[in-house]
């Protein structure tokens, strides 16, 4: 499981990476995307293994309008248990998204043939905020980013919209409050990060 609040300057300004999760780069990708249509897709690939998930495409359904700027929670959630595209969900402000059924737009893929601990295991495993290996720059703010190594239940998801993260199985979690060059992890794993080409803004969500 992943979240953040996120707040786009321009709700669809081209892909928006704002979550990310890196391993050995050219096998190992886990990538949470604000797109240019205003939706929102969650992919993965780990060795031969690839996966997509993505709300839908239509107006009342789309996670960013043109010109919108303010907050939205997204969490995201990969099952190995469940095969398909069942292993692979997109909360938005705590309620879980209908995931579209077309290319791009939708969910795909194995989760079952995923072995989502190589990301913890690789010592080149890298946390990213608004960017993915350096590219992709997200254009906003965002804040409260965590991980969780086990799918969260809809209770939990709850908790987590509302400001109360459980802390069993939470692997990081930077606040993004520090106002410094390194971003402190508040969990007791000292995942601490470092700000590149950012600056720092407002502590509420304003």
């Given at each position: 499981?992943?979240?953040?609040?996120?707040?786009?300057?321009?709700?669809?300004?081209?892909?928006?990476?704002?979550?990310?999760?890196?391993?050995?780069?050219?096998?190992?990708?886990?990538?949470?995307?604000?797109?240019?249509?205003?939706?929102?897709?969650?992919?993965?690939?780990?060795?031969?293994?690839?996966?997509?998930?993505?709300?839908?495409?239509?107006?009342?359904?789309?996670?960013?309008?043109?010109g919108q700027s303010e907050w939205r929670h997204i969490l995201v959630t990969a099952d190995s248990t469940t095969d398909g595209p069942g292993g692979l969900q997109i909360y938005v402000d705590g309620v879980r998204k209908t995931l579209g059924n077309s290319v791009g737009d939708g969910s795909s893929g194995s989760t079952a043939g995923i072995?989502?601990?190589?990301?913890?295991?690789?010592?080149?495993?890298?946390?990213?905020?608004?960017?993915?290996?350096?590219?992709?720059?997200?254009?906003?703010?965002?804040?409260?980013?965590?991980?969780?190594?086990?799918?969260?239940?809809?209770?939990?998801?709850?908790?987590?919209?509302?400001?109360?993260?459980?802390?069993?199985?939470?692997?990081?979690?930077?606040?993004?409050?520090?106002?410094?060059?390194?971003?402190?992890?508040?969990?007791?794993?000292?995942?601490?990060?470092?700000?590149?080409?950012?600056?720092?803004?407002?502590?509420?969500?304003?």
């Amino acid at each position: 499981t992943m979240s953040a609040w996120y707040k786009p300057t321009n709700g669809k300004n081209g892909e928006q990476r704002f979550l990310g999760v890196t391993g050995i780069w050219s096998t190992s990708l886990i990538s949470v995307v604000a797109q240019n249509t205003g939706q929102v897709t969650f992919s993965y690939r780990s060795d031969s293994d690839s996966g997509l998930a993505g709300t839908i495409n239509s107006a009342s359904e789309l996670v960013f309008q043109d010109g919108q700027s303010e907050w939205r929670h997204i969490l995201v959630t990969a099952d190995s248990t469940t095969d398909g595209p069942g292993g692979l969900q997109i909360y938005v402000d705590g309620v879980r998204k209908t995931l579209g059924n077309s290319v791009g737009d939708g969910s795909s893929g194995s989760t079952a043939g995923i072995d989502f601990s190589v990301f913890g295991q690789a010592s080149s495993t890298v946390f990213q905020a608004m960017a993915l290996n350096g590219d992709y720059l997200a254009s906003g703010s965002i804040r409260d980013c965590s991980i969780w190594s086990t799918k969260l239940t809809q209770s939990q998801i709850t908790d987590v919209f509302l400001g109360n993260p459980p802390s069993t199985d939470q692997e990081l979690w930077w606040k993004l409050d520090d106002n410094n060059a390194t971003v402190q992890d508040s969990t007791s794993n000292n995942r601490d990060g470092t700000v590149n080409n950012s600056t720092w803004g407002h502590s509420e969500y304003n």
